[in-house]
């Protein structure tokens, strides 16, 4: 029998207003029966969250049962059973988390990691066929969670924007936010109103202590941030709300917090007769299409990424209630030739996605339904590519619903299916083999021209329009994205002998990254043959690397030994070489040498996983 524990985890800012806990580590541990955990378990979590101290994590280190980690929306699942030997009764439910445990572009570098307890939890277990499942929702109180970015150094600001007249919301207009300083204003972030006329604008405190002297100086007195903004309508560019500088300095801007929540209110008639809300197209991920690329069509941050694997296209849609029923596509044009994507090609490229949900309301239990609304394009486009916004009552099988965005999700594009002719026998994935001809090729050697990436560069035209309607309501283009997927099959430690017609030591990486030791290639030689040098022999490969770092571990004795070499590669696509490092010091004992190569490729959303590759081997010191 399993017990299916669904959860959902999300930090409050203020108000109404907060944050999924995305890629945050969630722990489950057991707990023993006693008053105590009865009192514990009926206890409000705001009176049992905490971190945890060393000790209590030592204390707790041999009763975890399960860990996992929530996704993009903040949701989890545990599935607990006989392997845990669970039966049904209460436990602690935790989080973990080494940087902010929200959706950054560049996250702060990991610190701690820092473990919070939530509470002690009896589910409400209900059979369902051979399994029993409960459910769980958590918010932490603005008071926690605020105090969370802190020890990140982030802030945030949410707000909603209203008609000063007739207090209805405003969607889609661009607000900025800015900080009074005493030798330059610095613009803190930006963001456009949803569907809601509500904007966040999370930023780094790094943002507000900016000097003209930066990096080398940054000053902020007092410690907060004074608050002014800025309010456009971002079609026609009219600035519909300009607050001056000294408005920072008023009780209720002044030296604010981590979070603060705030209300603007514009003068709709100020926004041109006929201007509505359209669909806009603004992020790859959390990278603004204006400002965060450069020319050449990298991210514009220092780590300088390319785009790889499946990217989502961001930006604002129309509710289910608005006036206007409105459509939009994308065109995708090879900059490197020119060539335009057929409307297929760009539909083929789009797999299915979540573009939002219709909200409703049932008789029963939890009374509100949220149903996904899934965009096929390869079904739902039409033959030129245009795919309609879904509006109230378009999902609804009852005739009752509204459509609420997905978070702003246009597309997610699946950047290896990106056509590169029109043939369909091309595309922005590259797969090479370095096993053959044989024999493979071994650390230490320049790889074939004939066998390195080429850099893919697109550009992304967005089109929107009203349904019925030739001209075009909105467009924008991402002049330039540089793509990659890249896939090395390669042979590592070729000399260990391996046997067999698929060698053990063959692998398929993102990149090239092989090891060797040189003394220890040769036929017949082994750890003896180690007495005073040892040579690292190593090859990496790849269009958008960024450095290398080898390096030896064990019972390295004191300096002066050199026992690491890094080198910063950008800019490179072949890296071969040997590195000689002096053991003449060094105890008889059994070492480990390490290869790290670092790439530059994002999803969206920060460096990948697979950004950072690894090959290691052992020699002993005679």
């Known amino acids: 029998m399993n017990y299916i524990f669904k959860g959902n985890l999300r930090g409050f800012y203020c108000g109404d207003c907060y944050d999924y806990l995305y890629n945050t580590t969630v722990k489950i541990y057991a707990v023993e029966v006693s008053a105590q955990t009865t009192q514990f378990a009926v206890a409000k979590e705001k009176e049992t969250f905490h971190q945890r101290s060393a000790e209590e994590l030592k204390a707790i280190s041999k009763k975890l049962l399960f860990e996992t980690t929530t996704d993009e929306a903040g949701n989890f699942v545990v599935n607990l059973g006989e392997k845990q030997n669970y039966t049904g009764g209460a436990f602690d439910i935790d989080f973990e988390c080494g940087t902010v445990p929200i959706r950054l572009k560049v996250p702060p570098k990991p610190r701690g990691p820092f473990q919070f307890h939530i509470t002690t939890l009896q589910p409400q277990w209900r059979q369902v066929e051979n399994d029993f499942v409960a459910v769980y929702q958590y918010g932490i109180a603005s008071s926690f969670f605020c105090r969370l970015l802190a020890m990140f150094d982030y802030w945030a600001i949410c707000g909603i924007v209203k008609d000063c007249e007739t207090k209805k919301p405003i969607i889609g207009v661009k607000v900025f936010a800015y900080d009074v300083d005493w030798l330059q204003d610095d613009e803190l972030g930006n963001a456009t109103t949803d569907s809601n006329g509500q904007f966040t604008i999370i930023y780094p405190g790094d943002n507000f202590r900016q000097t003209l002297l930066s990096p080398w100086l940054n000053i902020e007195w007092?410690?907060?941030?004074?608050?002014?903004?800025?309010?456009?309508?971002?079609?026609?560019?009219?600035?519909?709300?300009?607050?001056?500088?000294?408005?920072?300095?008023?009780?209720?801007?002044?030296?604010?917090?981590?979070?603060?929540?705030?209300?603007?209110?514009?003068?709709?008639?100020?926004?041109?007769?006929?201007?509505?809300?359209?669909?806009?197209?603004?992020?790859?991920?959390?990278?603004?299409?204006?400002?965060?690329?450069?020319?050449?069509?990298?991210?514009?941050?220092?780590?300088?990424?390319?785009?790889?694997?499946?990217?989502?296209?961001?930006?604002?849609?129309?509710?289910?209630?608005?006036?206007?029923?409105?459509?939009?596509?994308?065109?995708?044009?090879?900059?490197?030739?020119?060539?335009?994507?057929?409307?297929?090609?760009?539909?083929?490229?789009?797999?299915?996605?979540?573009?939002?949900?219709?909200?409703?309301?049932?008789?029963?239990?939890?009374?509100?339904?949220?149903?996904?609304?899934?965009?096929?394009?390869?079904?739902?486009?039409?033959?030129?590519?245009?795919?309609?916004?879904?509006?109230?009552?378009?999902?609804?099988?009852?005739?009752?619903?509204?459509?609420?965005?997905?978070?702003?999700?246009?597309?997610?594009?699946?950047?290896?299916?990106?056509?590169?002719?029109?043939?369909?026998?091309?595309?922005?994935?590259?797969?090479?083999?370095?096993?053959?001809?044989?024999?493979?090729?071994?650390?230490?050697?320049?790889?074939?021209?004939?066998?390195?990436?080429?850099?893919?560069?697109?550009?992304?035209?967005?089109?929107?329009?009203?349904?019925?309607?030739?001209?075009?309501?909105?467009?924008?283009?991402?002049?330039?994205?540089?793509?990659?997927?890249?896939?090395?099959?390669?042979?590592?430690?070729?000399?260990?002998?391996?046997?067999?017609?698929?060698?053990?030591?063959?692998?398929?990486?993102?990149?090239v990254c092989m090891l060797e030791i040189d003394e220890t290639t040769a036929a017949n030689i082994g750890c003896g043959s180690i007495v005073d040098q040892v040579t690292a022999d190593y090859s990496c490969c790849h269009p958008h690397m960024e450095s290398i770092s080898i390096y030896i571990e064990g019972n390295i004795p004191p300096p002066p030994a050199v026992t690491s070499f890094n080198a910063n590669i950008s800019g490179v696509d072949d890296f071969p070489g040997a590195q000689a490092f002096d053991t003449t010091a060094f105890e008889k004992c059994a070492y480990i040498v390490w290869l790290t190569l670092t790439l530059r490729l994002t999803s969206g959303y920060g460096r990948v996983a697979g950004a950072y590759l690894e090959d290691h081997i052992a020699f002993c010191k005679s």
């Not at 069509?297 to 206007?324: E, K, M, R, V, Y």
């Not at 594009?413 to 001809?437: R, S």
């Not at 390195?452 to 560069?457: D, I, L, P, S």
């Open 222 to 511: 007092p410690s907060g941030p004074d608050y002014y903004f800025k309010i456009v309508e971002p079609v026609t560019n009219i600035v519909l709300l300009q607050e001056d500088r000294s408005v920072g300095h008023r009780s209720d801007r002044e030296n604010r917090g981590n979070c603060f929540c705030v209300s603007l209110c514009v003068d709709a008639k100020n926004i041109p007769e006929g201007n509505y809300f359209p669909a806009l197209f603004e992020r790859v991920g959390s990278y603004d299409t204006l400002t965060d690329f450069t020319a050449t069509g990298f991210t514009s941050d220092a780590q300088n990424n390319a785009f790889t694997g499946s990217i989502p296209l961001l930006g604002q849609l129309p509710s289910g209630t608005n006036s206007n029923s409105m459509e939009y596509r994308f065109r995708i044009i090879n900059t490197a030739t020119s060539y335009e994507l057929t409307p297929a090609q760009v539909k083929a490229a789009i797999p299915a996605f979540k573009i939002g949900e219709l909200v409703r309301q049932v008789s029963v239990f939890p009374f509100i339904a949220h149903s996904d609304v899934i965009v096929n394009p390869s079904v739902d486009a039409d033959a030129n590519g245009w795919i309609k916004v879904p509006r109230q009552n378009d999902f609804s099988v009852d005739g009752i619903g509204i459509f609420s965005p997905n978070g702003g999700v246009l597309a997610n594009l699946n950047t290896p299916a990106v056509a590169l002719d029109a043939t369909n026998t091309k595309f922005a994935k590259d797969d090479f083999d370095i096993t053959v001809p044989a024999p493979a090729l071994v650390a230490g050697t320049a790889i074939p021209a004939a066998k390195k990436a080429a850099v893919h560069t697109f550009k992304i035209i967005f089109e929107a329009r009203e349904v019925g309607v030739i001209a075009l309501s909105a467009t924008n283009e991402l002049t330039k994205i540089v793509l990659c997927n890249v896939s090395y099959k390669q042979r590592r430690h070729p000399s260990w002998g391996y046997v067999g017609v698929i060698p053990a030591g063959d692998v398929t990486l993102t990149a």
